[in-house]
Protein backbone atom coordinates (compact mmCIF):
# COMPACT_ATOMS: atom_id res chain seq x y z
CA UNK A 1 0.00 0.00 0.00
CA UNK A 2 1.04 3.52 -0.41
CA UNK A 3 2.29 5.29 2.50
CA UNK A 4 -0.99 7.82 3.51
CA UNK A 5 -0.66 11.67 2.42
CA UNK A 6 -0.97 13.87 5.55
CA UNK A 7 -3.93 16.02 5.38
CA UNK A 8 -3.34 20.02 4.64
CA UNK A 9 -2.88 22.04 7.38
CA UNK A 10 -6.27 23.66 8.56
CA UNK A 11 -4.72 26.39 10.51
CA UNK A 12 -0.69 27.58 11.14
CA UNK A 13 0.39 29.58 14.00
CA UNK A 14 3.57 32.09 13.81
CA UNK A 15 6.78 30.37 12.63
CA UNK A 16 9.85 30.53 14.71
CA UNK A 17 13.25 31.20 12.99
CA UNK A 18 16.69 29.96 13.84
CA UNK A 19 20.01 31.43 13.03
CA UNK A 20 21.63 29.99 9.96
CA UNK A 21 18.28 29.39 8.13
CA UNK A 22 18.36 30.34 4.85
CA UNK A 23 16.02 31.07 2.06
CA UNK A 24 16.52 31.94 -1.71
CA UNK A 25 14.25 33.39 -4.36
CA UNK A 26 13.38 34.59 -7.51
CA UNK A 27 12.06 38.07 -8.22
CA UNK A 28 10.74 38.87 -11.79
CA UNK A 29 9.59 42.63 -12.82
CA UNK A 30 7.35 42.32 -16.05
CA UNK A 31 7.58 46.02 -16.81
CA UNK A 32 11.25 46.58 -15.96
CA UNK A 33 13.57 43.18 -16.32
CA UNK A 34 16.46 44.86 -15.20
CA UNK A 35 15.08 44.45 -11.56
CA UNK A 36 15.31 40.74 -11.82
CA UNK A 37 17.33 38.55 -8.99
CA UNK A 38 17.67 35.86 -7.28
CA UNK A 39 19.06 36.52 -3.93
CA UNK A 40 18.96 34.97 -0.24
CA UNK A 41 18.17 36.01 2.98
CA UNK A 42 19.49 34.01 6.11
CA UNK A 43 18.41 34.37 9.98
CA UNK A 44 21.61 36.63 11.46
CA UNK A 45 19.77 37.13 14.66
CA UNK A 46 16.67 36.70 16.44
CA UNK A 47 15.76 38.61 19.67
CA UNK A 48 13.09 41.02 21.09
CA UNK A 49 10.43 39.49 18.66
CA UNK A 50 12.45 40.05 15.83
CA UNK A 51 14.26 38.31 13.30
CA UNK A 52 17.50 39.96 11.54
CA UNK A 53 17.93 38.45 7.92
CA UNK A 54 20.93 39.33 5.83
CA UNK A 55 20.59 39.32 2.44
CA UNK A 56 23.02 37.80 -0.21
CA UNK A 57 23.39 37.57 -4.28
CA UNK A 58 21.91 39.89 -6.40
CA UNK A 59 20.94 42.01 -3.38
CA UNK A 60 22.56 43.46 -0.48
CA UNK A 61 22.02 44.96 3.27
CA UNK A 62 19.64 43.29 5.84
CA UNK A 63 15.56 42.83 6.96
CA UNK A 64 13.84 42.64 9.55
CA UNK A 65 10.64 40.53 10.59
CA UNK A 66 8.49 40.89 13.64
CA UNK A 67 6.94 38.32 15.44
CA UNK A 68 4.81 37.58 12.57
CA UNK A 69 7.29 37.23 10.27
CA UNK A 70 6.18 40.87 8.52
CA UNK A 71 8.37 43.03 7.31
CA UNK A 72 9.64 45.76 9.25
CA UNK A 73 12.81 46.92 6.87
CA UNK A 74 14.01 45.50 3.99
CA UNK A 75 17.14 47.45 2.62
CA UNK A 76 16.23 51.24 2.59
CA UNK A 77 12.57 50.67 3.36
CA UNK A 78 10.77 50.71 6.35
CA UNK A 79 6.84 49.68 6.84
CA UNK A 80 5.76 50.98 10.08
CA UNK A 81 4.15 49.32 12.44
CA UNK A 82 5.28 46.34 9.45
CA UNK A 83 3.85 45.45 5.43
CA UNK A 84 0.89 43.07 7.89
CA UNK A 85 0.84 40.66 4.76
CA UNK A 86 0.33 37.37 7.55
CA UNK A 87 -2.44 37.91 10.30
CA UNK A 88 -1.77 34.29 12.88
CA UNK A 89 -3.42 31.91 13.55
CA UNK A 90 -4.22 31.82 9.65
CA UNK A 91 -6.85 29.73 8.72
CA UNK A 92 -9.11 29.62 5.60
CA UNK A 93 -11.91 32.19 6.04
CA UNK A 94 -9.78 34.77 8.19
CA UNK A 95 -9.65 38.14 6.81
CA UNK A 96 -7.97 41.09 8.10
CA UNK A 97 -7.59 44.50 7.71
CA UNK A 98 -4.19 46.91 7.81
CA UNK A 99 -3.23 50.52 7.87
CA UNK A 100 0.47 51.04 7.78
CA UNK A 101 2.88 53.39 6.25
CA UNK A 102 6.03 53.05 3.62
CA UNK A 103 8.95 54.84 3.89
CA UNK A 104 11.83 54.79 1.07
CA UNK A 105 14.36 57.98 0.98
CA UNK A 106 11.92 60.71 0.56
CA UNK A 107 8.60 58.51 -1.09
CA UNK A 108 6.27 57.96 1.77
CA UNK A 109 2.81 55.86 1.29
CA UNK A 110 0.27 55.44 3.19
CA UNK A 111 -1.11 51.94 2.27
CA UNK A 112 -4.61 50.79 3.88
CA UNK A 113 -4.58 46.58 3.13
CA UNK A 114 -7.66 44.26 3.37
CA UNK A 115 -6.40 40.57 3.24
CA UNK A 116 -8.49 37.32 3.12
CA UNK A 117 -7.69 33.52 3.26
CA UNK A 118 -9.43 31.79 0.54
CA UNK A 119 -7.94 28.34 0.37
CA UNK A 120 -4.91 25.95 1.14
CA UNK A 121 -3.58 24.95 -1.95
CA UNK A 122 -0.34 22.44 -2.81
CA UNK A 123 2.28 25.15 -4.68
CA UNK A 124 4.63 24.32 -7.09
CA UNK A 125 7.83 26.36 -6.29
CA UNK A 126 11.22 25.56 -7.79
CA UNK A 127 12.24 24.94 -3.97
CA UNK A 128 9.83 21.93 -4.10
CA UNK A 129 6.02 21.37 -3.15
CA UNK A 130 4.85 23.01 -0.25
CA UNK A 131 0.77 23.21 1.67
CA UNK A 132 0.15 26.83 1.92
CA UNK A 133 -2.56 29.04 2.48
CA UNK A 134 -3.25 31.14 -0.04
CA UNK A 135 -4.17 34.86 0.82
CA UNK A 136 -5.69 37.72 -1.78
CA UNK A 137 -4.59 41.41 -0.99
CA UNK A 138 -6.42 44.51 -1.90
CA UNK A 139 -4.26 47.73 -1.00
CA UNK A 140 -5.27 51.01 -1.33
CA UNK A 141 -2.19 53.52 -1.50
CA UNK A 142 -1.70 57.35 -1.82
CA UNK A 143 2.03 58.79 -1.80
CA UNK A 144 3.65 62.29 -1.36
CA UNK A 145 5.01 62.57 -4.32
CA UNK A 146 4.70 65.78 -6.51
CA UNK A 147 1.74 64.43 -8.97
CA UNK A 148 -0.66 63.38 -6.02
CA UNK A 149 0.31 59.24 -6.61
CA UNK A 150 -2.23 56.88 -5.55
CA UNK A 151 -3.42 53.93 -7.14
CA UNK A 152 -4.58 49.99 -5.85
CA UNK A 153 -2.52 47.15 -5.48
CA UNK A 154 -3.53 43.31 -5.71
CA UNK A 155 -1.87 40.13 -4.36
CA UNK A 156 -2.29 36.77 -3.82
CA UNK A 157 0.80 35.12 -1.22
CA UNK A 158 1.14 31.45 -0.90
CA UNK A 159 2.40 30.66 2.42
CA UNK A 160 4.02 27.91 3.50
CA UNK A 161 4.29 26.91 7.27
CA UNK A 162 6.90 24.23 6.58
CA UNK A 163 9.50 26.83 5.92
CA UNK A 164 7.30 30.04 7.48
CA UNK A 165 7.93 32.06 4.49
CA UNK A 166 5.78 33.55 1.81
CA UNK A 167 7.13 30.63 -0.92
CA UNK A 168 4.74 32.04 -3.62
CA UNK A 169 3.56 36.00 -4.36
CA UNK A 170 1.92 37.41 -7.42
CA UNK A 171 1.78 41.35 -7.39
CA UNK A 172 0.08 44.12 -9.45
CA UNK A 173 -0.24 47.48 -8.58
CA UNK A 174 -2.16 49.83 -11.06
CA UNK A 175 -1.23 53.57 -10.32
CA UNK A 176 -4.09 56.25 -10.94
CA UNK A 177 -1.20 57.67 -13.13
CA UNK A 178 1.40 55.42 -14.94
CA UNK A 179 2.24 52.20 -15.91
CA UNK A 180 1.02 48.94 -14.63
CA UNK A 181 3.57 46.81 -12.23
CA UNK A 182 3.39 43.36 -12.39
CA UNK A 183 5.80 41.34 -10.20
CA UNK A 184 6.20 37.44 -8.97
CA UNK A 185 8.16 35.52 -6.54
CA UNK A 186 9.08 32.88 -5.68
CA UNK A 187 11.20 30.37 -3.46
CA UNK A 188 13.89 28.42 -5.15
CA UNK A 189 15.83 26.78 -2.07
CA UNK A 190 15.54 26.08 1.42
CA UNK A 191 18.23 25.47 3.70
CA UNK A 192 17.36 24.92 7.69
CA UNK A 193 19.02 25.83 10.52
CA UNK A 194 22.00 24.13 11.84
CA UNK A 195 21.76 21.81 14.54
Known sequence: MPAPVPAPPSEAQAPTFAVGEEWEFEFTNALDSAQNSRYT?????VANGQTSLVF?????????????????????????PSDQKLSFPLSVGKTWS????YVNGAWKTQCDRDAKV??????????????????EEKTLWQSNDLYGGRGVSRE???YAPAVGRIVRQEFQDLPTKGPAVTTRLQLTRHVPAPH
Do not use: C, H, M, P
Open 98 to 101: ASYV
Open 56 to 80: GGGRSGLAILNESANIVRSGSASYS
Open 118 to 135: VAVERVETEAGQFDAFKI
Open 41 to 45: QKVAS
Open 156 to 158: TDW
